[in-house]
């Protein structure tokens, strides 16, 4: 099947086949086993059980340890020691009557045999160490019981992990994933990508908890190689276009501008406004010749009417000869919300640098009106921005899925210039927007309008009669553009980088095709590649030329050939020596960490040390890592793993209500809430604070919109983001940012059980069972029942569900302050808030400042969740077993660090793990 694609597809498509082979990775992973783990004793985790005293006993000589286990058979141990423990605590909920998560624990054998009994096991220490079972509810067994039990299964299970060394989980060969490719194609092509993603056609790529980058889930089917060779062939093409420089054109536009179907309204408002003086003259001179009794007299007026006639007729033509723009580009209806060139339409000719030159007014910021009308900020700065179009992607008058902001100016009231250099792509046309403008120009122009309709002793006549008189009378706040001028292609230098590079100089030379392939391929595959590899890629180039097509253009599909190969697309993780040890291969190290933290290509820098072999030495590997945390593509780290971690990837999936939360659209909160958490963590993150943080801090990061919403008295102007104190409030920490309140509701209300649920998972790392298939997610009786604390109160007296919503609820019942923005609220239409309860370790809270301090009591459940979440981020695998042992001693480390969050990551660079397959 993929064969008959392949050849669909045409000569490039048959030529990769011939060099790469590309089926054996069609449908399906291609699995390694995953060699030794180091193992280090685990220890009991919390003083609140064992005491100070029992956790220094139980970090002691493992010898002394087993000794005193040994001091009974092992097997002998387990059945008067565990068995009876289990049977007295625990058999009751996970027993043969009743058995909650499918946890059967009067079905543990011993000695342990497998994974699956050493998670079981696993699970019982961890709750017994948390403190979390028992349950409050059930007699709970004393200190010396608990610390006896607890002793005895941290060192089996340390005893276990070190029989099993050299077995493992499985990792499997792992594609770059969409966002990988993106980044890796922009820094391998020094490539402009914020208007241009090569990937728009490609499926998406599965999740396992809610991470992107997860081996055994990125499969390649035959469509999305369907997808690789059009990507290529687009790449290559904006790589290497031509070896002939652009020329510099000119372009001005002063009449014939467009806003879809709003042109319709404008263009009658304008015809009115700039023909009613001229029809008013011509209507006096055709009088004058009426009157007129000489004939040189009437020549002379026929001939004033002729030209005011033309006159006339080129202002008709020339109509619509101004943008106007009323409301924000995140509107409902998209009144005035987009102008465009319509003569630009297919956009510049070439990639490149362009210059802008916009003549522009800015009106009516404050109206002469009692009633903001628009309901803008009069106190703001009427802001134009200059997005991208395509109109191969839809109308140019709508939002597209990639438009990327190019520019933005602060406008002063009254006419001005303004200029911008923007990157455009081949065939996008710039397109202008208000930025800060209203949600409801339309309602505004209406309302007005019939006022002065009435003021002027007119009556609407028909439906639009009060808006286009609004339009055309009414001083509401508004942009409008009178002129643009575009001049480019600009470029930097020529030849360009990318093709000095690809070249292997400023022009293009047969003779240089090996070695500039070996460089390429170099950088593409992220390591030297072998003989064969190049020679293959010279067949495709040769095979090529044999068909008539010319030597240059062979190369270019050389090129393209490379980026559908499993070198580019696959991350080869070879140990450097299988005969000396389960190591990764320097070359493969390089290419983790950059995955990791730029979610790229490794730079030169990485691959030559690579090359040298010095990426094992940790002192060069921690160096690298300060320096990779200090170049700008480790924003993408940032961003990426929040949007994986939080799940704010999902943000705007479920757009608030238009009508209840209209300043989430008139402020694009939605940007704005994502990069307040991107600032606070890269803030955590620069200054080496402790991921305590996360969970209670006081400050964050706001921009003027976000001071509003959370009303906080800061002056802060316009997009500006500004780090602000918050001790006091509520604000402070991830779960007081509106980003994660957002993506945790619906769009129209909030639910404590999704939060709950989302709290476990994210931040607690203790995800919940499925609840049972025969229980309704609401008990159907709740009549009577006014807030939702009184719905789930109901739903929790069945007895199936209970279990578990009492972990869940009291988490999300914490945040219930908050609305479906991260809106502050103390009541709901009916009835007041009531944040209170109880989390299942006893501690008890009012409001969600104790319920974080509760929160910060959990700090080293919180520490593991984030460690195993940034592990399995790092790995592009899940975390599993066998990697306990590490991530016990990374989180050993980090306590003694203050839970430092740049030393966290710095940890499981550093760790074992991290530089094994």
């Not at 490539?191 to 999740?207: M, R």
């Not at 408002?269 to 007129?292: C, H, P």
């Not at 510049?348 to 910021?365: C, K, M, Q, S, T």
């Amino acid at each position: 099947m993929i064969r008959c694609q392949l050849k669909r597809l045409g000569v490039i498509a048959v030529a990769i086949l011939v060099t790469v082979g590309f089926g054996f990775v069609a449908s399906e992973s291609i699995g390694f086993e995953d060699k030794d783990k180091n193992s280090v004793g685990l220890r009991g985790q919390h003083d609140e059980i064992l005491g100070a005293g029992e956790l220094e006993e139980n970090s002691g000589a493992e010898p002394d340890r087993r000794a005193a286990i040994n001091s009974q058979s092992r097997d002998d141990q387990f059945k008067s020691l565990i068995v009876p423990f289990l049977k007295k605590h625990c058999y009751k909920c996970h027993g043969s009557e009743e058995s909650e998560g499918d946890r059967r624990f009067d079905l543990l054998d011993f000695p342990l045999t497998d994974d699956n009994a050493l998670i079981e096991l696993q699970d019982v220490l961890d709750q017994l160490n948390l403190g979390e079972m028992p349950p409050l509810s059930e007699p709970q067994p004393d200190v010396a019981e608990a610390s006896k039990v607890i002793r005895w299964l941290t060192a089996e299970i340390a005893e276990f992990q070190n029989q099993r060394k050299g077995t493992g989980g499985e990792t499997v060969l792992r594609r770059i994933n969409r966002r990988e490719y993106v980044n890796t194609i922009s820094d391998l092509f020094h490539l402009n990508t914020t208007s241009f993603d090569p990937t728009i056609g490609f499926p998406a790529d599965q999740k396992v908890d809610h991470l992107d980058n997860q081996g055994q889930a990125l499969v390649t089917s035959g469509f999305l190689l369907d997808q690789y060779l059009g990507a290529a062939d687009i790449i290559v093409e904006k790589a290497l276009p031509s070896l002939v420089k652009p020329e510099i054109q000119e372009w001005s536009f002063e009449d014939g501008f467009q806003q879809g179907e709003f042109t319709g309204f404008v263009t009658g408002v304008e015809f009115r406004e700039k023909t009613e003086r001229q029809l008013n003259r011509i209507k006096g001179t055709l009088r004058n010749l009426a009157n007129a009794s000489e004939p040189d007299k009437s020549k002379s007026i026929r001939d004033r009417a002729n030209t005011e006639f033309e006159d006339l007729a080129r202002t008709v033509e020339r109509i619509p000869t101004q943008i106007r723009l009323y409301e924000h580009p995140r509107s409902q209806r998209h009144v005035g919300s987009y102008g465009y060139l319509s003569d630009f339409s297919n956009g510049v000719p070439h990639d490149g640098f362009y210059r802008i030159v916009v003549d522009v007014e800015a009106l009516n910021r404050v109206p002469p009106y009692e009633e903001n009308y628009s309901k803008t900020r009069t106190e703001e700065p009427l802001m134009l921005g200059i997005v991208t179009g395509d109109v191969r992607e839809g109308p140019l008058h709508l939002p597209q899925k990639i438009e990327p902001e190019l520019a933005r100016f602060e406008l002063a009231d009254g006419k001005q210039k303004v200029q911008a250099r923007v990157w455009l792509h081949k065939g996008t046309t710039p397109r202008f927007t208000y930025v800060n403008g209203s949600h409801r120009a339309r309602a505004a122009h209406i309302e007005i309008g019939t006022i002065l309709m009435g003021q002027a002793g007119l009556k609407p006549q028909k439906g639009n009669d009060a808006y286009a008189y609004g339009l055309q009378h009414a001083k509401l706040p508004q942009i409008r553009i009178n002129s643009v001028s575009l001049r480019g292609p600009i470029y930097d230098q020529w030849p360009t980088r990318t093709q000095v590079e690809l070249l292997g100089g400023n022009s293009f030379e047969r003779t240089r095709n090996r070695a500039n392939l070996t460089s390429f391929l170099t950088r593409a595959y992220r390591r030297p590649p072998a003989n064969d590899e190049v020679g293959r890629i010279l067949k495709v180039i040769e095979s090529r030329e044999s068909q008539g097509v010319s030597p240059f253009n062979a190369y270019r599909d050389g090129l393209k050939a490379a980026l559908c190969s499993p070198g580019f697309l696959y991350l080869d993780e070879p140990v450097a020596n299988p005969s000396t040890g389960n190591r990764l291969s320097n070359h493969a190290i390089a290419s983790r960490l950059s995955y990791f933290l730029w979610s790229s290509m490794p730079d030169d820098k990485l691959i030559s040390l690579a090359s040298e072999g010095k990426l094992t030495d940790p002192k060069v590997l921690e160096r690298q890592l300060d320096r990779m945390l200090a170049d700008p593509k480790s924003d993408r780290f940032v961003n990426d793993f929040l949007d994986s971690w939080l799940n704010l990837d999902a943000l705007g999936s479920t757009p608030p209500d238009l009508n209840a939360f209209k300043e989430y659209y008139i402020d694009d909160l939605a940007t704005a809430m994502k990069k307040e958490t991107f600032l606070f963590t890269r803030h955590l993150l620069d200054n080496e604070l402790p991921i305590d943080r996360f969970l209670k801090c006081d400050f964050t990061f706001v921009n003027a919109g976000l001071a509003r919403l959370y009303k906080l008295d800061v002056n802060i102007d316009g997009s500006d983001f500004r780090k602000v104190n918050t001790t006091g409030g509520p604000r402070g920490g991830l779960l007081a940012q509106s980003s994660v309140l957002t993506v945790t509701a619906n769009g129209i209300d909030t639910s404590p059980v999704v939060r709950g649920v989302w709290l476990l998972e994210n931040v607690l790392g203790t995800p919940p069972n499925p609840p049972p298939p025969d229980v309704e997610p609401l008990d159907p009786d709740i009549r009577g029942a006014i807030t939702i604390r009184e719905q789930i109160e109901k739903h929790r007296n069945n007895p199936a569900c209970a279990s578990c919503h009492n972990k869940i609820d009291p988490l999300g019942f914490a945040l219930e302050n908050f609305d479906a923005i991260g809106r502050y609220r103390s009541s709901y239409r009916r009835g007041k808030v009531d944040p209170s309860g109880v989390l299942p370790n006893g501690d008890s809270f009012t409001n969600v400042n104790e319920f974080k301090t509760s929160l910060l009591k959990q700090r080293s459940k919180f520490a593991r969740a984030l460690t195993e979440k940034l592990m399995a981020y790092s790995l592009g695998r899940p975390v599993v077993i066998s990697d306990r042992p590490e991530i016990d001693a990374i989180l050993l480390d980090l306590g003694k660090y203050e839970n430092n969050f740049r030393y966290l990551i710095k940890r499981i660079v550093l760790s074992d793990t991290f530089i094994q397959p």
